[in-house]
């Protein structure tokens, strides 16, 4: 079946500083979706990704649809503390999404 | 809109009770999901409806669960007997039908459920 691998699983970084995370899939994806679910609270959609090499911008964050179809990033620059939570990349090609364990950051501040 | 309701927002339980948990879409939307959260497993997808019919409950982890949408703006969870394995936050989720797949989706701010 697919596979899909995050990383990195959990991440540590001070206030002010950019973070990376990556997404990689066993088979190609139609549709990247990226969430961020907050401490208490449901995840909720940060950027949609719909076509390879697609590149998509919301304020601080950044994301790319790769070209093989098979990956995706989201870098956040100037991290603050409310940027903390779990973030999670998911195919969006059909209602039913799979979300995952996510990736856990935290920003100290 | 007040967006997706879940109630209530923390329950703790014996082992061996029954545990029902309750979701109200947002208005007007005609698919519902739920989910279950731990640190072990992730978020994982146990059931979803759409117009108020159980599409896929291969999520389900046994017997024990059930879920019901007797209408369009009320669905339950229902665990019986639940045990300590099942503390976990749930997640109730909704989303339009003619919307871009996955776009859409709105979540509750979860039942702690913890069973003692």
């Known amino acids: 079946g697919q596979q899909l691998n995050q990383s990195p699983q959990s991440m540590f970084i001070q206030e002010g500083e950019d973070v990376s995370m990556n997404c990689t899939s066993s088979s190609i994806f139609n549709t990247w979706l990226w969430y961020k679910q907050e401490p208490g609270e449901g995840p909720v959609l940060l950027i949609a990704l719909y076509k390879a090499g697609e590149l998509t911008s919301n304020g601080r964050l950044t994301a790319q649809f790769g070209i093989t179809r098979k990956d995706s990033f989201l870098n956040i620059s100037a991290s603050i503390p409310s940027d903390v939570g779990i973030y999670f990349c998911?195919?969006?090609?059909?209602?039913?999404?799979?979300f995952g364990k996510g990736m856990k950051l935290t920003v100290n501040p | 809109d007040a967006g997706v309701i879940q109630s209530p927002r923390h329950e703790v339980t014996e082992m061996g009770q029954e545990v029902t948990l309750r979701c109200k879409p947002i208005s007007g939307h005609d698919y519902l999901f739920w989910y279950r959260q731990t640190m072990m497993r992730g978020l994982e997808l146990l059931i979803y409806?759409?117009?108020?019919?159980?599409?896929?409950d291969s999520g389900m982890p046994e017997d024990r669960f059930s879920a019901k949408m007797p209408n369009a703006s009320f669905s339950t969870l229902k665990i019986q007997p639940s045990e300590p394995r099942d503390s976990a936050v749930y997640f109730c989720a909704s989303t339009l039908s003619f919307e871009g797949a996955g776009d859409g989706y709105t979540f509750g701010s979860g039942t702690r459920l913890t069973v003692v």
């Open positions: 998911i195919e969006g090609g059909s209602k039913k999404l799979v």
């Open positions: 409806f759409n117009n108020n019919v159980p599409i896929d």
